[in-house]
């Protein structure tokens, strides 16, 4: 009898231990456990959301749940709208996107983005990454890596802001433009920046007329996650706080005068991008600065009303400079005679 007592005891305490180890265990586990984005959102939601991950994200808070609800129909519309959201997102993390505001969130699913494609894994490939000469890996060159490709042009804009004719990228047409041309045109600018670095013979880039809380440079940050790390100038004042007004020369394709490219002069390129709207030239003429436009290619003349981007008219220029090749001359190399 007595045997049988401490059997069913000991039973009892072990399947009380259970019970709270599991309890524990599942409470431990849940803000770690991932929510994953379902194709067809349901109930208001691109995720897969549980009862209880939404009793533990809101804690029965009608604010909380309130705000919750406007995060969800926030990431149903990107979803609807094609935009890129990450495939699983922790609880704790969903439940830290509850106090930021919409540009917030927006950085903190890129980041999310980011690290997803960071973590996927590649596909097993022979060669590592990079560029190697010879067949089947069989060079005496050492691989270059596209960390020393990024080095390289940042180096390259560092020159080109020390010691290169100066272009100005015009950024105060903010307010004429939607979302869509908005992150059309940082784009465009990141593009800039892009081809200014491998170019041999660079610009020194300085973007004026930067508002504070820009949405400009939001979406270029966007872009480029390492936007405040380039060797470029950002600033708040306009370009004619900063050059004598008779070396600036606005480039706008609604200009009559063609452009005759000289090294010593500062040019302007509107930030804009989808407005058909003369507002670089009219703002030229109120400024009292010369304006000139590029010379089109026959592609371009065929085109009716064709409007070139900011990045045709920076490599255009990047052209001009290029053929002129006046306001950096290469120093040529030393013939050497050897005995």
Not at 21 to 32: E, M, V, Y
Not at 77 to 88: F, I, N, Q, Y
Not at 295 to 312: A, D, N
Request: aromatic share 10%; proline share 5%; charged share 25%.
């Amino acid at each position: 009898m007595i045997f049988v007592s401490t059997c069913l005891l000991v039973i009892m305490l072990s399947s009380i231990f259970r019970m709270f180890s599991n309890f524990g265990s599942k409470s431990h586990s849940l803000p770690n456990k991932s929510i994953k984005l379902v194709k067809n959102g349901k109930h208001g939601s691109p995720y897969s959301i549980t009862e209880e991950q939404k009793q533990f994200i809101t804690n029965g808070d009608p604010e909380i749940s309130h705000q919750f609800e406007k995060l969800l129909m926030i990431l149903l519309l990107k979803h609807e709208r094609g935009d890129a959201l990450p495939k699983s997102i922790t609880v704790n993390e969903m439940f830290g996107l509850l106090s930021l505001n919409q540009d917030e969130v927006e950085e903190r699913l890129q980041l999310y983005l980011k690290r997803e494609n960071r973590i996927r894994p590649k596909p097993m490939t022979d060669t590592p990454q990079g560029t190697y000469d010879g067949a089947q890996r069989n060079s005496i060159f050492l691989p270059i890596l596209e960390t020393s490709q990024s080095s390289f042009n940042n180096i390259n804009l560092e020159k080109g802001r020390l010691f290169g004719q100066n272009v100005v990228l015009d950024c105060s047409y903010d307010s004429y433009m939607n979302v869509a041309q908005l992150r059309e045109t940082a784009k465009y600018l990141n593009s800039c920046v892009h081809i200014n670095g491998k170019n041999r013979r660079p610009f020194g880039l300085n973007f004026c007329n930067v508002e504070r809380n820009s949405k400009m440079m939001h979406y270029f940050k966007l872009e480029n996650g390492a936007m405040e790390f380039l060797p470029i100038n950002v600033y708040q004042c306009s370009y004619l706080d900063l050059f004598y007004k008779e070396d600036v020369v606005y480039v706008t394709p609604h200009a009559n005068q063609k452009l005759e490219y000289h090294p010593d002069d500062v040019y302007v390129i509107g930030a804009l991008s989808g407005i058909e709207e003369k507002l670089s030239l009219k703002k030229a003429r109120f400024e009292g600065i010369r304006c000139a436009k590029l010379p089109l290619s026959f592609r371009q003349m065929k085109r009716h009303k064709y409007i070139p981007t900011v990045w045709e008219m920076f490599q255009q220029l990047l052209m001009e400079k290029n053929i002129n090749k006046i306001s950096m001359p290469e120093v040529p190399y030393k013939k050497h005679r050897y005995f």
